[in-house]
């Protein structure tokens, strides 16, 4: 049988303990890590969505009739700062159209519009 003291004891313990403060990393380090995990992840979900973002504005404008900033620019330049343009409206004849389309395929009198059925049970031999 070995016989440890306590201070030996003690000792080996803080020395244990040392290590594995040594080992892990400051919480100041891992919050300024998670914070730039955190950043970079939003700054690339943000430039990610540029393009859905801008292709979905340049189609509202359009079903509201409004020229693109670009475009209307450009009309002035020919015509004249005072020039309002004519925007034809087809985007939302065409829009109103398919809406129609859709209710009337999805919606049709004396249906419902989606229906549930349960999975067949296999038959199994004995």
Same mark, same amino acid.
């Given at each position: 049988? &070995?016989?440890?003291?306590?201070?030996?004891? *003690?000792? *080996?313990? $803080?020395?244990?303990?040392?290590?594995?403060? @040594?080992?892990?990393?400051? !919480? @100041?380090?891992?919050?300024?890590?998670?914070?730039?995990?955190?950043?970079?992840? =939003?700054?690339?979900?943000? %430039?990610?969505?540029? /393009?859905? @973002?801008? &292709?979905?504005?340049?189609?509202?404008?359009?079903?509201?009739?409004?020229?693109?900033?670009?475009? $209307?620019?450009?009309?002035?330049?020919?015509?004249?700062?005072?020039?309002?343009?004519?925007?034809?409206?087809?985007?939302?004849?065409?829009? %109103?159209?398919?809406?129609?389309?859709?209710? /009337?395929? *999805?919606?049709?009198?004396? &249906?419902? !519009? =989606?229906?549930?059925?349960?999975? !067949?049970?296999?038959?199994? !031999?004995?």
């Amino acid at each position: 049988m &070995q016989f440890v003291s306590n201070a030996a004891i *003690e000792k *080996e313990k $803080l020395e244990k303990d040392k290590i594995l403060v @040594e080992g892990t990393i400051a !919480p @100041e380090v891992f919050f300024d890590n998670l914070t730039a995990h955190i950043r970079t992840n =939003w700054e690339k979900a943000k %430039r990610a969505k540029v /393009d859905i @973002e801008n &292709q979905m504005l340049k189609m509202k404008r359009r079903r509201e009739g409004v020229y693109d900033p670009s475009k $209307l620019a450009a009309i002035r330049s020919v015509h004249g700062a005072d020039y309002n343009p004519v925007f034809m409206m087809i985007t939302e004849t065409k829009c %109103r159209a398919a809406e129609s389309w859709i209710k /009337d395929i *999805e919606f049709q009198p004396g &249906q419902l !519009p =989606w229906d549930l059925e349960p999975t !067949p049970l296999p038959e199994l !031999p004995p």
